[in-house]
C-alpha cells in the first residue's frame, strides 16, 4: 500500500458513479492482491480504447479518453442487453470500463453493434485513513425516518430503451406544468447522468438515483438493498417538500432485479399508480398483464410503441388501458385523472 498524492487524483478524469465521494478521504492506494467488491473505487489506466471512447464527468460533460489516461471508476456489474454483460473480477486484474459513467467490471458478452470494450488496468483501490477500500455506499444519503412523498408514479417497461425514460420526463414534465413540485428518482440502472439531468430538464425540483444510495449498479444487488434504499430516497425526496415522486425502473421485467423489485410487496405499496413503456404491441399486452396481476394499478401504456400508429392498433385491441404520448403525459387534462385516481384509490383503500 502506497500514498497517494491530491493532486494526482484531481488529475484524473473523474467519472459521475464517483461524484459523491470526498476525495480528501482517500489518501492510499492498495495494488496488492484484493478481491475487488462492488461500490470499491480504483484508479485506472486506459490501455485500449473500444466502444466507450469517452467517459462522463460528474458535470455532464462527456471527455475524450487517451490510452494512458487514468481514471477514476467504481466497481459494479452491468446488465444491458443492448451493451455489456459485465461482473467485478476477483481480483485486481486488466478488465474494461464497461460504461461511460464509470464503471470497472469484466466485460463477459456484448450487443453485436459494438466493437468491444474499452480496456483499463488497475493502478489500484483507493483506501481511506484506515486501509480500509473506499467504497460508495460510505457516501451515501443518510438514512431517514418519516413519510413518503404524498404521491408516488413508477414508470416499468419491456427492456432497454423501450422508452421509459422519456416517459419518466413526459411525467415529471406534466405535474410540474401543473404546478406541482415534483421529485424524479431511478431505482435501479447503471451509473449514469444522462437520465436524472433530463428529468432536471424536464421540471423535476430534486433529483436523485441509486448512486445517491451507495450503489454503483443494481445488477446482482439484493432485492432487500434495493427496497431499503428506494424507500430512503423517496423519504428524502419528501424532506425536500417534493409533493409527488416519479419513479423510474431500469431495463424490462424479465430482467432479474427488476423482476424482484415488480414482485415485491414492499414496492407494490409505494405506487399510487404506473405507467408502462413498451416497444411493441405484444410487449404492451404481456406487461400490462403482468403488472395487473401482481396488484399494480396501471394508468396507462406509453415509450416507443406509440410511434407506431400500426403497433397501437394492434395493442389497443387487447388492453383495457389508455395509450397515451409523451405529448398526452404532458398535458393538464391526463395530470388531473391522474391525481384524481390517486385519490379514488386510496379512499378505497382506506374503506
Known sequence: METIALPRLMAAKRSYAVRRVNLDECVHLMSDAYAPQAGDLVLARITEIGSHRRIELPSGRRATLNVGDEVLLAYGNRYAPDQYEAYVPDALEPCHMVAAGGIAAKAVSWHDKLSGPTAIEPVGVLCGIDGNAVNLKQFAL????????????????????????????????????????????????????????????????????????????????????????????????????????????????????????????????????????????????????????????????????????????EAATHLDVPAYSLEDLQDAATISDFMEKTVSTRLSAAG
Not at 202 to 229: N, Q, R, Y
Not at 233 to 257: H, P, Y
Open 142 to 313: 443518510p438514512t431517514l425516518a418519516g413519510a413518503l412523498p404524498s404521491a408516488v408514479f413508477g414508470v416499468f417497461g419491456t427492456s432497454m430503451n423501450a422508452g421509459k425514460t422519456a416517459t419518466a420526463a413526459s411525467l415529471v414534465r406534466g405535474f410540474a406544468k401543473s404546478g406541482y413540485r415534483v421529485g424524479a428518482l431511478k431505482i435501479t440502472g447503471t451509473a449514469a447522468g444522462g437520465d436524472p439531468w433530463l428529468m432536471q430538464d424536464s421540471g423535476a425540483a430534486k433529483v436523485l438515483d441509486f448512486t445517491d444510495g451507495g450503489l454503483a449498479t443494481t445488477f446482482g444487488t439484493p432485492i432487500d438493498t434495493i427496497v431499503s434504499t428506494t424507500r430512503n430516497l423517496l423519504r428524502t425526496l419528501n424532506r425536500m417538500d417534493c409533493d409527488l415522486a416519479v419513479v423510474e425502473i431500469a431495463d424490462g421485467l424479465f430482467q432479474e432485479e427488476t423482476r424482484q423489485v415488480a414482485a415485491s410487496p414492499l414496492v407494490q405499496s409505494l405506487f399510487d399508480g404506473v405507467v408502462f413503456a413498451s416497444c411493441d404491441a405484444l410487449g404492451a399486452v404481456d406487461g400490462i398483464d403482468r403488472l395487473k396481476g401482481l396488484g399494480y394499478d396501471v394508468l396507462g401504456l406509453s415509450g416507443a410503441v406509440m410511434r407506431s400508429p400500426l403497433a397501437m392498433r
